[in-house]
């Protein structure tokens, strides 16, 4: 059964997280944020990390509780809220829009742990969640928990405000076998490894995280089996499919609009550029730009498509009560989308890129730090093409799903 708003404010101080009643009022929040989101951008990118005094008017904003559930203090909206937002911040800044999708969406995340957990959590409903799908090191049972030593890990996108941080890792049992599992670990037991040198997305300061040893109580712990099944402990908490199907469909809506909000970003820089240049020019230079024109829209045209067709699939999510709504050719066709939206804008925002001229080299010309960063974020492993478009195929043409694995360690 799913908790009521009247039964679930046990110890929770809900006063502290503004709740945003509709989407468009997200995305009003949203772009009053732009002003700060761009002075921030340039200073953000040489610290390689976001600016305290931007996240925290993010936070004061009930931005990041945008997907969490109602009764736990969010606004309970929906991930193509979620989509329209982070792309909103992302035209202005692809580092900010990264980290903001990453904390707003792991606000939904936690949900599918044990109750317990997410009480403990989230009694403070500001709480900001990072998570390292992927870590080294040893885990083995111990009483009533798990105990992890020697643990590292790569790309904690948002570390630098969390105060907990979910990861992966299996679990050596007793009789040989492994189980892979999530935990949830408070940063007090992380130490962070300063060693995000990177091409692009630079202000979102990722590094790697270690940790050497620490006990995990059981209920911080979710079955990687139930959360691709979405049959995990948290599942029943809340309303919505958005709950009960595999979180591996669910979770890059997180971030995708990041970098499709980068590609209209830089699309838009060039515009702006060009316009001014041929506001006062002759009628036969403008009609010289002619191809380049044409070139602008085309590739304009491209990040809204990828963009819609994203958001698409986000409000058929939203919409699905139970995920039997959702047939198995959807299912596959919503990691398709992903992988096609962001490579497309990709594509289109080097397009732009190719006639933006020798001034958009310099290092702080917005165009350099757009196209860095878009072709940066379309590295991540969601939006592999090649991966995506496969499986695809395979249950198009009516074949056997591959099996679904962790991704590999960077």
Not at 34 to 42: F, H
């Amino acid at each position: 059964m799913a908790l009521s708003a009247q039964d679930t404010n046990h110890g929770l101080n809900l006063s502290s997280w503004p709740v945003l009643p509709s989407g468009e009022a997200a995305l009003a929040s949203a772009r009053a944020l732009l002003g700060d989101v761009a002075a921030a951008d340039q200073p953000s990118e040489a610290d390689r990390r976001l600016r305290d005094t931007l996240v925290e008017k993010m936070r004061a904003s009930g931005l990041f509780g945008l997907v969490m559930p109602r009764n736990l203090g969010g606004s309970g909206l929906g991930f193509a809220d979620l989509v329209r937002v982070t792309a909103e911040i992302g035209a202005t800044s692809g580092s900010a829009a990264w980290v903001f999708g990453v904390l707003a969406g792991h606000s939904w995340l936690i949900n599918l742990f044990p109750e317990q957990a997410q009480r403990e959590i989230m009694d403070d409903p500001t709480t900001l969640i990072a998570t390292v799908f992927r870590m080294g090191g040893t885990v083995v049972p111990e009483g009533e928990g798990y105990r992890l030593t020697g643990a590292t890990g790569r790309f904690c996108s948002g570390i630098d405000f969390a105060t907990w941080v979910i990861i992966g890792n299996a679990v050596k049992l007793p009789d040989g076998r492994v189980e892979p599992r999530f935990f949830v670990v408070p940063k007090t037991e992380i130490e962070v490894i300063d060693d995000w040198n990177t091409l692009g997305m630079r202000a979102t300061g990722s590094r790697s995280i270690r940790i050497a040893d620490t006990f995990i109580p059981g209920h911080r712990s979710c079955s990687l089996a139930d959360m691709l099944a979405g049959t995990t402990p948290g599942a029943q908490m809340h309303e919505g499919a958005i709950f009960r199907m595999p979180f591996a469909q669910l979770a890059p809506f997180s971030i995708v609009g990041a970098p499709l909000g980068m590609a209209r970003g830089l699309i838009k820089s060039f515009a702006d550029e060009l316009g001014a240049k041929l506001a006062t020019a002759e009628p036969l230079e403008v009609a010289e730009q002619s191809a380049t024109l044409a070139r602008l829209a085309e590739c304009a045209a491209e990040v809204d498509a990828a963009l819609a067709l994203v958001i698409s699939d986000a409000e058929m999510i939203d919409r699905a009560r139970d995920p039997a709504e959702i047939s198995a050719l959807q299912r596959q066709q919503i990691p398709r989308n992903w992988a096609w939206a962001v490579q497309k804008a990709r594509h289109a925002a080097n397009r732009i890129f190719e006639v933006a001229g020798g001034s958009a080299i310099y290092d702080g010309h917005p165009m350099q730090r757009m196209f860095r960063d878009v072709n940066s974020s379309a590295q991540h492993f969601a939006f592999t093409w090649d991966r995506a478009m496969t499986a695809y195929g395979r249950e198009l043409a009516g074949l056997k799903p591959g099996v679904v694995t962790m991704p590999k360690r960077a």
